[in-house]
């Protein structure tokens, strides 16, 4: 059971708009830890894709654009293309366990 | 550019203690400012972090793992350790290094290791 709660799967079609939540607690988002995003393709490492709730690193394209509010957060993918296809996992801090870092379950998603 | 690269036994036996060094290059790991941390992978599971370590050798673990879990540090060689003891099958995983500062994001990452553990 993990910290942070993602939908299992979302899909969309090529072009389409989807958004990937995650859902935290006063213990670890809604306490003011920021919440970073990671992108992982099958058979790779994870990549980071959001940090800070909202940043986007180098080379990482604006289709992408994370959000944070209260105890959640959300990963938008605007102009849904065909290499989107992938895991990708919520990621914060949790104050009740030391300052741990916590993951969300992940979530897949499907381009159609 | 900072690589992360893992190394290890790719199967190790029920009850033994899995071991990994993570070699750090690129940046040092005495230059402070940074944790080193390990994550897993389950087979087709999520990521779940397994401790990390700072330069001077303060650690933090998952309490669910702590037990069995000891993260070292060898900064002359650039690299940090994972030591998992009294494995059993569901210590099966994708052991990861990455590397993280304070309450911020895994941003180096290594390519990952298969470790089984099986007889």
């Known amino acids: 059971q993990s910290v942070l709660t993602q939908p299992p799967s979302v899909s969309g079609a090529p072009g389409q708009r989807v958004t990937i939540s995650c859902t935290g607690s006063s213990s670890n988002i809604g306490a003011g830890y920021d919440v970073h995003w990671y992108q992982q393709l099958p058979g790779t490492a994870p990549k980071l894709l959001i940090y800070?709730?909202?940043n986007r690193p180098s080379g990482v394209p604006d289709r992408f654009s994370g959000s944070k509010s209260g105890t959640s957060a959300s990963l938008a993918i605007t102009g849904l293309q065909a290499e989107d296809e992938a895991d990708y996992y919520c990621?914060?801090?949790?104050?009740?366990?030391?300052?741990?870092?916590?993951f969300g379950g992940g979530t897949q998603l499907t381009v159609l | 550019q900072v690589q992360l690269q893992e190394s290890g036994p790719g199967l190790v036996k029920p009850s033994q203690t899995l071991s990994l060094t993570c070699t750090v290059s690129?940046?040092?790991?005495?230059?402070?400012?940074?944790?080193w941390s390990w994550i897993r992978q389950h087979p087709g599971k999520g990521l779940e972090w397994i401790g990390y370590i700072y330069y001077s050798g303060s650690t933090y673990y998952n309490p669910s793992l702590k037990s069995r879990v000891t993260i070292s540090v060898d900064t002359s060689k650039n690299q940090f350790s994972l030591k998992l003891s009294s494995v059993t099958a569901a210590d099966t995983a994708v052991y990861y290094c990455?590397?993280?500062?304070?309450?911020?994001?895994?941003?180096?990452w290594g390519q990952g290791t298969l470790v089984t553990v099986s007889s």
């Open positions: 990621q914060s801090y949790d104050s009740s366990l030391s300052g741990d870092a916590v």
């Open positions: 990455a590397r993280n500062s304070y309450a911020s994001p895994f941003d180096y």
């Open positions: 690129g940046g040092s790991i005495s230059s402070g400012g940074y944790y």
């Open positions: 800070g709730n909202s």
